[in-house]
Every structure is written in structure tokens, then in C-alpha cells.
């Protein structure tokens, strides 16, 4: 046999044992049994059934949080989807949407601001973006190529610390309300409706650090809404839920500037009023982008009324 041969035999015998680890601990070690990211299987099937014309909410866990869709679709007439998530699921989430858009759909952008300053950051994070595709490896699809190998990396680490977490450390992963059974019927996360704050001290610092706004986040999104304006479908912007300390240390000009973008670098029309973008502290539960029952309620009824009068 050549030298060629054997090495290229070496090289097939090494991708073997890969792929049999890979299989072996894929198909030993099963999903996160009611983990948060499970919630992901039941928006997808959301997304696919619910008939259209409807509403789709889509950003990070802001969204997740921050609505109360059921109150949506009484005050809308209209079924109610809630595709928020987790910021670091990135561009992949909307690239999910997008693919189940049809005529007459509305779809709601509301991201956090942190995408907005990094390309990096919206490709996702490969810790995140394995949990998500656990569930469910079609979704690989969905990620750039080049990511792949590293997010099925991260997937064998994550089950591997898992079953041994499990075992030897916390049997429920010490993951309090961020479990699958405090997702509703229409994916919203209701586990902090209506229970005591946490003890916890938020962050307090801006939510942008300067103007440099990464121009290809923008043209994404830009992207997304003249496809889905091909489809037949309509695509908003509002503002996610933001924090009155976090807006003081971001500054009016930094998040006027920020409005500047959306109007210049997108044609999606924006629904929040300027003045009303920045809630009260106590409206928050435990992140700067999340919002406790109280807070969801009077976001929920920001979006009703910035909605209503483009609807039909």
C-alpha cells in the first residue's frame, strides 16, 4: 500500500471514530428533558400550523418575556405567534420565520440592541445555537456552513456536562423558572408572571456604547422585509423593552442616533413612539431586557396600540 493510501486511510479511520462518538453520544444521551430550549420545538410547530393572516413576534427573550399574546389576539383578531427565544440564537431565528412567511402575515422585529453593534454577535453564539438545535438537527440549515462543525462541537459538550452535572452535581441543573413548562400554548414565557422578584442586582450600563452601528445587521433585516414584502407579508419595527437607567447611561443622542439608522439604512416602518421606548426600573424581573408581569402588560398594550391602525 502507498503512503497516499495510508494516510488517506488513516484519515477515513479518523472520521469514523468522529462520527461514531458524535452518534454514540447524540443518540445516547437524549435533549434536556423540559429545558428551556425545548420550548423551541412547540414555536416551530407554531410557526408551520398557525394559519395566516396572524401576528409573529420574533427577537430575543425580550419578546419571550415581554408579551402576552393571548391579550394580543383578543384586542387583534388575529392569531398570535411568539417566536422569541434567545438573543444569541442570532440571524438564524429570523431565517426561521422567514421560511414560513405567507400573504397577509405581520411580522414584529424587536431586537435587542447588542445585535445591532456587532456582525459577530448576530451570527450567534455556537453555546446557544447548539441547546437550539438539540432539539431538533434540521435547524442546521439555518446556520452559516462554516459554524457547523463548531456548533456540533459545543452539542456533544453540552450533553456531556449535562448527564455528568446531572449525575454527580444537580439533578434539575439548578435552572430555577428557565424550564420548558413555563412556556404557554402561544410561546410566551409566563414563569415570572405574577411570582416575587428575584434578588438580583441589574446591570446598569448603556445598552449601546457608541454610534458604530454594523451596516450588515441592518441590511439583514432590510433583506428580510422586501422578501417578505414579495410574499405578500408586512414587516414593523418596535423598540425592545428598554430600561430608564440603561437608557440614561445610553443617552437620548446614542439611541436618537439608533432611530437615525432604522430610518436610513432599512425602509421597515418603526411603531414606537421616540418618547415611549424607556420603561420604569420596576417593570424589569432579572435582565435589563426582561420584563416582570407588570411591565409585559403595559408592553403588550404598547404593541396593540402601535399596531392597530396598520392593520386592514
Not at 430575543?60 to 399574546?69: E, K, P, R
Not at 416602518?269 to 432579572?286: H, W
Request: net charge negative.
Amino acid at each position: 500500500m502507498s503512503q497516499s493510501a495510508r494516510f488517506a486511510l488513516k484519515v477515513a479511520l479518523l472520521l469514523a471514530v468522529i462520527a461514531g462518538v458524535f452518534a454514540a453520544t447524540f443518540f445516547l444521551i437524549p435533549p434536556d428533558a423540559g429545558g428551556f430550549f425545548q420550548a423551541s420545538v412547540v414555536k416551530s410547530a407554531l410557526l408551520k400550523n398557525t394559519p395566516s393572516p396572524r401576528v409573529i413576534l420574533i427577537g430575543g427573550s425580550n419578546v419571550a418575556f415581554g408579551i402576552d399574546s393571548e391579550l394580543m389576539e383578543a384586542r387583534l383578531g388575529l392569531p398570535v405567534v411568539n417566536m422569541g427565544m434567545h438573543g444569541g440564537i442570532g440571524e438564524s431565528s429570523y431565517r426561521e420565520v422567514a421560511e414560513y412567511l405567507r400573504p397577509g402575515d405581520i411580522v414584529i422585529l424587536m431586537p435587542e440592541y447588542l445585535v445591532f453593534a456587532s456582525g459577530e454577535l448576530f451570527q450567534g453564539n455556537d453555546v446557544v445555537l447548539a441547546q437550539w438545535i438539540e432539539y431538533d438537527l434540521t435547524k442546521l440549515r439555518l446556520v452559516r456552513p462554516s459554524s457547523v462543525p463548531v456548533i456540533l462541537l459545543n452539542l456533544l459538550q453540552t450533553k456531556a456536562n449535562r448527564r455528568l452535572a446531572s449525575a454527580f452535581l444537580n439533578p434539575d441543573l439548578d435552572r430555577g423558572v428557565y424550564v420548558m413548562k413555563n412556556f404557554n400554548a402561544h410561546g410566551d414565557f409566563i414563569g415570572h408572571v405574577g411570582v416575587s422578584e428575584p434578588v438580583k442586582n441589574l446591570e446598569s450600563g448603556p445598552y449601546l456604547q457608541s454610534s458604530n452601528f454594523e451596516r450588515g445587521v441592518y441590511e439583514f433585516f432590510e433583506r428580510f422585509n422586501l422578501q417578505a414584502q414579495q410574499i405578500g407579508a408586512a414587516v414593523y419595527f418596535e423598540f425592545p423593552a428598554s430600561r430608564a437607567l440603561n437608557c440614561k447611561q445610553t443617552g437620548e443622542e446614542r439611541l436618537r442616533e439608533f432611530y437615525g439608522a432604522l430610518l436610513n439604512w432599512t425602509t421597515i416602518p418603526v411603531l414606537t413612539p421616540f418618547d415611549e421606548i424607556c420603561y420604569p426600573n420596576s417593570y424589569f424581573y432579572d435582565t435589563n431586557y426582561h420584563l416582570n408581569g407588570v411591565g409585559r402588560q403595559v408592553m403588550t398594550e404598547r404593541v396593540i396600540k402601535d399596531l392597530l391602525p396598520y392593520l386592514p
